[in-house]
């Protein structure tokens, strides 16, 4: 049965490599080693929305700010029942542009936790193999999966000069040795020619590093956006320091930083309900402001663009990342790890365009002039 099982998995494995029939369809090392260990070639920015069209501000943008790098979420990977990897991509993104010449695509694939974190008890009483084995062989139908879609994408919208494929996970430490297995079998799967990176969220420092060539330090979403008493869950220096001290992680960095806003809802009870973009407070009718950057919802009326009620009682708290508080995080993050490119979170002309030009040079700028005391 074993014989047998192996026998499958492997011509499946083959079927996927070189057919186009799956669902997902449209040699080990560490892989420590990163091709452009130092990398300065310019600046990097994350393009995170399922319609890939640029409009003018944000092609000037990528012009002006010497951006060289776009790293483009592809699709989601979200847990399945219904497909033989236990996972299926979601929300995959729509090209309505070309890509802009002289702009490197990092395509990049977004996987939640919960994918990895795979129970095989179940399935090894009725196959006869260990957990091990399932584990081993659900990971590489994931990587190999990944890696196949990701590649037809590029293929099907001339994207044709890829040297690099991210991979973002926030896994933990339950999860981390499935995300490492992934890791190892997406950069098999890939062209010798591309090169695999993964992000690195502020809590994984502490934990040992992916067998990635390089990592992408994400330094936003620092703090607990479910409570409404916390100052600014974005961005916050006193939520980034205690991950800073002592810092020494053995892999290549760049580094991203945010460039949005947000608006969370609370409701009556003051419990998260949710998060809001491009909201407009200029009518009194449905909003008034109770404190600093919150308001309460005076009018019950919906909001077609967010699919939310908004109910009398409600709050609403606005976060920003501030330039300031920016700039001090940047300090920070300089003089505790040794990073490569900076990168935005994210090309959108109406979080950018409240940020003046200067401004926007000032964070991609290597150094600041701000002091940061611990």
């Given amino acids: 049965m074993k014989k047998t099982h192996k026998l499958m998995v492997c011509v499946l494995s083959l079927i996927l490599l070189t057919a186009c029939g799956s669902s997902w369809s449209s040699g080990e090392g560490d892989g420590h080693s990163s091709r452009y260990p130092d990398r300065k070639d310019g600046n990097g920015i994350y393009y995170w929305r399922t319609t890939f069209k640029l409009d003018s501000v944000e092609q000037q943008f990528l012009t002006q700010n010497d951006v060289k790098r776009m790293y483009v979420r592809f699709f989601d990977v979200v847990k399945s029942k219904y497909d033989n990897s236990g996972s299926t991509p979601n929300a995959t993104i729509t090209f309505k542009d070309t890509v802009p010449e002289g702009v490197e695509i990092v395509p990049t694939v977004y996987v939640l936790n919960n994918v990895l974190d795979i129970d095989k008890r179940a399935q090894s009483k009725y196959t006869g193999e260990s957990e091990s084995e399932l584990l081993a062989e659900n990971i590489d139908l994931i990587a190999q999966k990944i890696v196949k879609r990701v590649m037809l994408m590029c293929k099907a919208h001339g994207i044709n000069t890829v040297r690099e494929v991210q991979v973002d996970c926030d896994w933990t430490k339950s999860t981390r040795n499935n995300f490492d297995?992934?890791?190892?079998?997406?950069?098999?799967?890939?062209?010798?020619?591309?090169?695999?990176?993964?992000?690195?969220?502020?809590?994984?420092?502490?934990?040992?590093?992916?067998?990635?060539?390089?990592?992408?330090?994400?330094?936003?979403?620092?703090?607990?956006?479910?409570?409404?008493?916390?100052?600014?869950?974005?961005?916050?220096?006193?939520?980034?320091?205690?991950?800073?001290?002592?810092?020494?992680?053995?892999?290549?960095?760049?580094?991203?930083?945010?460039?949005?806003?947000?608006?969370?809802?609370?409701?009556?009870?003051?419990?998260?309900?949710?998060?809001?973009?491009?909201?407009?407070?200029?009518?009194?009718?449905?909003?008034?402001?109770?404190?600093?950057?919150?308001?309460?919802?005076?009018?019950?009326?919906?909001?077609?663009?967010?699919?939310?009620?908004?109910?009398?009682?409600?709050?609403?708290?606005?976060?920003?990342?501030?330039?300031?508080?920016?700039?001090?995080?940047?300090?920070?993050?300089?003089?505790?790890?040794?990073?490569?490119?900076?990168?935005?979170?994210?090309?959108?002309?109406k979080n950018l365009s409240k940020y003046a030009e200067n401004e926007i040079l000032e964070i991609y700028r290597n150094s600041t002039d701000v002091a940061v005391r611990y």
């Fill in 181 to 349: 297995q992934l890791c190892r079998r997406m950069q098999n799967a890939l062209p010798d020619s591309i090169e695999l990176s993964a992000t690195i969220r502020l809590h994984q420092l502490r934990q040992s590093v992916p067998p990635v060539g390089r990592g992408v330090l994400m330094v936003y979403n620092t703090g607990n956006f479910r409570n409404i008493n916390t100052k600014n869950s974005i961005i916050d220096l006193n939520n980034i320091k205690p991950y800073l001290r002592d810092v020494d992680y053995d892999l290549p960095l760049d580094v991203a930083y945010p460039a949005f806003e947000w608006s969370l809802l609370y409701n009556e009870r003051n419990e998260f309900a949710g998060i809001m973009y491009n909201m407009d407070w200029s009518d009194k009718k449905l909003y008034k402001p109770i404190g600093p950057n919150l308001y309460e919802v005076i009018s019950r009326h919906y909001r077609k663009s967010d699919e939310v009620l908004l109910k009398p009682g409600y709050k609403i708290k606005v976060e920003q990342s501030s330039i300031e508080e920016l700039k001090r995080v940047k300090q920070a993050i300089d003089a505790a790890v040794t990073s490569g490119s900076t990168i935005l979170y994210h090309l959108d002309s």
